[in-house]
């Protein structure tokens, strides 16, 4: 069953996705604010699909926590669930991610038109110099800047090493910064065709406020919490 659920999916998107990636090229002419909410609908009817379809049930956990204005959310990167979920649960948002992304067709024409900060990793200190300069843009025109500091999606269980470029970012703008925790892989698994039947809590820690800290310390905040939570919601893998 979980498997003909996955494959039901698989269509759904397939049969979805192109043409409203067509429509999308549409709303080019749209503030940028405007053109995310249309372009977002996208990912409500996904999460909507995996709903309804592979029965991935949802709830947040600490929504108290969200400060009032633009923030970096630090987050723990899994699958692609969170990617889509997090248009729905948080205010809107771009996320830092590599430029290679735009490419994909169809998928990478809609993520162009929701004002990602896409960066060329290979240029190091340059990367960081747009990173800075896209990112106060971002907050400044009313987004929230999303960043995964692990640089990729981690199976439940595992971790990377916390990169520090959103931190960075929140300590020259002295924006707040929101840790957030999930087991989503346990669901939607990486790279995996099974979706698997279940809830998926997302965890939305306190803030940490970054003014008069550095970046290092920031990080290391936001480490120390995403991993303790991560520990509680991933005890089995």
């Known amino acids: 069953m979980t498997a003909l659920r996955s494959a039901l999916f698989a269509a759904a998107l397939v049969l979805i996705t192109p043409p409203y990636a067509v429509f999308i090229l549409f709303t080019w002419v749209l503030p940028r604010l405007a053109r995310y909410r249309i372009i977002s609908g996208w990912s409500r009817c996904m999460v909507w699909l995996a709903r309804w379809i592979c029965g991935i049930r949802w709830r947040v956990e600490g929504l108290e926590h969200l400060p ?3 923030s970096v959310i630090l987050a723990k990167h899994q699958s692609a669930w969170e990617t889509l979920a997090f248009q729905l649960i948080f205010p809107p948002q771009v996320y830092l991610l590599k430029r290679e992304l735009l490419w994909i067709p169809f ?3 809609g993520l162009a038109a929701m004002s990602p900060i896409a960066i060329d990793r290979a240029r190091g200190r340059a990367a960081l110099r747009q990173l800075a300069v896209r990112g106060a843009e971002r907050l400044a025109q009313g987004f929230w800047v999303v960043v995964f500091p692990e640089g990729t999606r981690i199976a439940p269980g595992r971790r990377r090493k916390y990169q520090l470029g959103g ?3 929140a300590a020259r703008t002295h924006a707040p910064v929101v840790p957030v925790a999930h087991n989503a892989g346990l669901r939607w698994p990486r790279n995996g065709f099974l979706k698997r039947p ?3 809590t997302v965890r ?3 803030v940490i406020e970054s003014a008069g800290r550095t970046a290092e310390s920031i990080n290391a905040a936001a480490e120390a919490w995403i991993e303790e939570q991560q520990s509680a919601l991933c005890p089995s893998s």
């Open 204 to 206: 939305i820690g306190p």
């Open 68 to 70: 009032a204005r633009p």
């Open 107 to 109: 998928f990478g024409w």
């Open 198 to 200: 279940g809830l998926i």
């Open 167 to 169: 931190a960075w970012l």
